[in-house]
């Protein structure tokens, strides 16, 4: 398995503030990825973090409200920009491992936009 | 097409008895991996067990076993031995194997209450 940190662990923010999450696991892992859950419901892919280039983004995701960084193999930043209260959510680093297809997750960031 | 799905949202168990959690999937990929996620109120995901679609046995974690059954797509989840500190939420997941992207999909989750 990984140790995946995440900083911060929770936020309270302002309305049309941005704020960047970080993403640091203890060994190389192949893929990371970004979820969110909103507040009672289940998790939902943002996208997948790419290691040197341009993540992934799913239906209704876009770099624009959520870039994304990942410059090696351990570490990835999330940015959740101009935020409104909707974007109040759990936001859940992920990562697959190169030795199998398990996927384990991160403590996650608890967000609340006011 | 929803892949995932949990139709119980939420249980009741006696504590130190068994509780089974429901989950059935879809997928056309015969390559494909399901997993059980606890979620506490503090909000982190908490890895339990693994199947994969190939294995020939049911997984078994500890306290935490699968209930594989291919030919009917169900992947549920039995706890043993109920404890206070598994009340939370469960999510089933899956993810297809085959081709490039592995993206994992989670159902909707079950609220598992452990009753003293």
């Known amino acids: 398995s990984a140790v995946i940190s995440q900083k911060p662990s929770r936020d309270i923010c302002q309305r049309g503030t941005s704020l960047t999450i970080q993403c640091q696991v203890d060994?190389?892992?192949?893929?990371m990825f970004w979820y969110r859950q909103q507040p009672g419901q289940s998790l939902t892919l943002i996208a997948t973090a790419n290691q040197g280039s341009e993540a992934t983004y799913e239906s209704g995701f876009v770099i624009d409200k959520f870039p994304i960084s990942r410059p090696n193999l351990t570490f990835s930043t999330l940015t959740v920009s101009n935020m409104s209260p909707e974007d109040s959510s759990i936001y859940l680093c992920?990562?697959?491992?190169?030795?199998?297809?398990?996927?384990?997750f991160g403590p996650g960031t608890r967000l609340t936009v006011t | 097409a929803q892949k995932i799905t949990q139709t119980q949202p939420g249980m009741f168990v006696q504590e130190k008895e068994a509780v089974t959690l429901d989950c059935t999937y879809d997928t056309s990929d015969p390559s494909y991996g399901l997993f059980w996620y606890k979620q506490p109120s503090s909000g982190e995901m908490i890895f339990l067990i693994y199947?994969?679609?190939?294995?020939?046995q049911n997984a078994t974690e500890g306290r935490y076993s699968l209930n594989f059954q291919k030919a009917r797509k169900s992947a549920n989840l039995v706890i043993s031995a109920s404890q206070l500190g598994d009340s939370a939420m469960y999510f089933c997941?899956?993810?297809?194997?085959?081709?490039?992207?592995?993206?994992?999909?989670f159902g909707t989750g079950t609220k598992l209450q452990v009753i003293p």
């Open positions: 992920s990562v697959a491992m190169a030795q199998g297809p398990k996927q384990y």
């Open positions: 060994s190389q892992v192949t893929m």
């Open positions: 199947q994969g679609s190939y294995d020939q």
């Open positions: 997941a899956m993810r297809e194997l085959s081709g490039g992207y592995q993206k994992v999909t």
